[in-house]
């Protein structure tokens, strides 16, 4: 059922109900006034006509000369549409004129008087001073309970037309009171039709409650737009994941393929094959590294937002400069590290930011003699500098920005090549920078990511590391 519709049955219920009840409420006060005027012109009519009715009782007395046919006619005129009975003591009736009952009520009045299947309202009064006559006038119920019923009829009348009117109004209003929403739906199925002619709900309709579903509306479309772009990047990353795993790993995996057949071999000397087992170990070793490098890669790809939390970059830095000193002890490694630097984002990210600094300053930063001299910063101004520095041969400046390319190492190098890819991946995701340059202290390379500060927001967005 249209709402439109409801709103116009609401209406014909609703206005009749209310006028009926209404109009209940104005006959019950109608009714009450009515019955106290009929009472307070009795009790008018009665004083006006004591004095005939006294004089009609004591007329041989008082008036000898009157005749008794022009006192009755007087009455008559003055009593009105109502009945007229004058009454001795013992109950005798001197004169009856109109609507009387057949006997008479005792008491003063104004009271109610029953007769069969009639009813009278009356009121009395005495006549003389020792009261042996009485004035009584009577008034048919009929005449009141007549003009009730004429009301209650003009009552339903109204309510009736009441009932016409809600149903033409309720449908007027109703189609005008939905007609935003009517707009609102419109623009919500031409969203989804191919031809996509608007992307999102019209927040203008002038109507509190109708902009402000058009707003939660957009909200969700936002939210599902996001939801299927995150889904389409999750699909390309696993597709290039895939891709780049295969290509990758060709090449160690057929190596260590063939070593595995020389090593069938039965005239293999036992040097020769204690040195396919040293290469089966280090390819071995080559192929864990990279399929944990391309897994950490594809896990920046997809990180939600939501992940992201107030963290504590001093202590990830102060926890990933012990653990660089265990895994390497050729290195020396110095850490000049802030206390209480606070940063928003990804404490399992930030914690590989420093894990492949450390590692590529370790592995790549030693000098002739194997040593590594490391110099580990992290200070909060501005912005958040974490920079790690060796002592190594450096890195000429036109390659610098190509050691960010996946897969980009230094001849003989033992590493992935995605270390430092993954650094600007997670210093991207957290709104800041990675770059690469000369040592502070002399030769050597410098690395140095910068984030932004608590409270400024990362753009949680980067570009994709698939090429």
């Known amino acids: 059922m249209k709402l439109s519709t409801r709103f116009a049955l609401c209406l014909a219920v609703a206005v009749p109900l209310l006028v009926g009840l209404a109009g209940l409420v104005v006959l019950g006060l109608a009714s009450r006034d009515l019955r106290a005027q009929r009472d307070d012109q009795l009790a008018v009519r009665l004083r006006a006509l004591a004095p005939m009715a006294a004089s009609y009782a004591w007329r041989p007395r008082v008036l000898p000369a009157v005749p008794p046919d022009f006192l009755q006619q007087r009455l008559a005129a003055a009593a009105g549409t109502g009945g007229v009975c004058v009454a001795a003591a013992d109950g005798e009736k001197l004169l009856v004129m109109g609507d009387v009952p057949g006997t008479l009520p005792a008491g003063s009045g104004p009271g109610d008087h029953a007769e069969g299947q009639r009813r009278w309202r009356f009121?009395?009064?005495?006549?003389?001073?020792?009261?042996?006559?009485r004035l009584i006038l009577f008034e048919p119920e009929e005449r009141l309970s007549g003009q009730?019923?004429?009301?209650?009829?003009?009552?339903?009348?109204?309510?009736?037309?009441?009932?016409?009117?809600?149903?033409?109004?309720?449908?007027?209003?109703?189609?005008?009171?939905?007609?935003?929403?009517?707009?609102?739906?419109?623009?919500?199925?031409?969203?989804?039709?191919?031809?996509?002619?608007q992307t999102r709900l019209v927040t203008t309709a002038g109507v509190t409650e109708i902009d402000e579903l058009a707003r939660l509306l957009n909200d969700l479309l936002d939210r599902r737009d996001a939801?299927?772009?995150?889904?389409?990047?999750a699909l390309q990353t696993a597709r290039a994941f895939a891709a780049t795993a295969a290509h990758e790993l060709r090449t160690p995996l057929t190596s260590m393929g063939a070593n595995l057949t020389l090593l069938d071999h039965p005239e293999l000397h036992p040097e020769d094959r204690a040195e396919i087992i040293a290469d089966l170990v280090a390819e071995h070793g080559r192929v864990q590294r990279l399929i944990t490098m391309l897994h950490r890669l594809a896990r920046g790809e997809l990180l939600d937002p939501s992940a992201f939390a107030e963290t504590d970059l001093t202590e990830i830095v102060s926890e990933a400069v012990e653990e660089a000193r265990r895994r390497h002890p050729h290195a020396v490694i110095t850490a000049r590290v802030a206390d209480g630097v606070l940063v928003r984002g990804w404490a399992e990210g930030l914690r590989l930011v420093a894990d492949n600094l450390l590692d590529n300053a370790a592995v790549h930063g030693a000098d002739g003699s194997g040593r590594a001299a490391i110099v580990v910063t992290l200070d909060a101004g501005e912005e958040i500098v974490l920079a790690v520095q060796d002592a190594g041969p450096g890195i000429a400046p036109g390659e610098r920005e190509e050691m960010f390319a996946?897969?980009?190492?230094?001849?003989?190098?033992?590493?992935?090549?995605?270390?430092?890819?993954?650094?600007?991946?997670?210093?991207?995701?957290?709104?800041?920078?990675?770059?690469?340059?000369?040592?502070?202290?002399?030769?050597?390379?410098?690395?140095?990511?910068?984030?932004?500060?608590?409270?400024?927001?990362?753009?949680?967005?980067?570009?994709?590391?698939?090429?």
């Open 123 to 133: 009121a009395a009064a005495p006549l003389g001073r020792q009261g042996a006559a």
């Open 148 to 197: 009730i019923a004429l009301l209650g009829q003009r009552l339903v009348s109204v309510t009736l037309v009441a009932a016409g009117v809600g149903v033409v109004s309720g449908l007027g209003l109703g189609r005008f009171a939905v007609r935003p929403l009517s707009r609102l739906s419109r623009q919500a199925r031409s969203i989804d039709t191919p031809s996509r002619t």
């Open 227 to 233: 939801a299927v772009t995150r889904t389409e990047e």
């Open 406 to 467: 996946r897969f980009r190492r230094r001849p003989g190098s033992p590493g992935s090549g995605l270390g430092l890819t993954l650094v600007r991946q997670q210093a991207a995701l957290h709104g800041g920078t990675a770059t690469l340059g000369a040592s502070l202290e002399g030769a050597g390379a410098r690395a140095e990511v910068r984030l932004p500060l608590v409270g400024c927001e990362p753009p949680y967005s980067v570009q994709s590391w698939v090429t």
